[in-house]
């Protein structure tokens, strides 16, 4: 089991960016990443990187969203640019160790038009 701790929410203006973070209590050799969820949806793949850089992202965020990992640090971040109303949701963080999945207890990002 690994622990993930988030940071890196908030309200921002449509237009603006958000940095999230997210910090694991111990190195991850495979996949680690974001969902998210907004309000009566289900949750979403956002983006995910896996232990030798390959991305992936959600058509919906590519070229606004970057998704990066220093394993030195256990951390994997997401840059939010060009944020916009629909990108409002809670953010969560996973990462996977074997066929086990952690998460991230989720913070929330706000977007205002």
């Known amino acids: 089991q690994v622990q993930l701790v988030e940071s890196g929410g908030g309200l921002v203006q449509a237009g603006g960016s958000l940095t999230l973070s997210c910090a694991a209590s111990?190195?991850?050799?495979?996949?680690m990443g974001w969902y998210r969820q907004a309000p009566g949806k289900q949750r979403e793949l956002v983006a995910r990187?896996?232990?030798?850089?390959?991305?992936n992202y959600v058509t919906s965020v590519k070229g606004r969203f970057t998704i990066s990992r220093d394993d030195a640090k256990n951390t994997v971040y997401l840059q939010m640019n060009g944020l916009k109303p629909e990108d409002t949701a809670v953010y969560y963080c996973?990462?996977?160790?074997?066929?086990?999945?952690?998460w991230g207890q989720g913070t929330q990002v706000t977007v205002s038009s």
């Open positions: 990187i896996n232990s030798g850089g390959s991305t």
């Open positions: 996973y990462a996977t160790l074997g066929a086990i999945s952690s």
């Open positions: 111990r190195r991850i050799d495979s996949y």
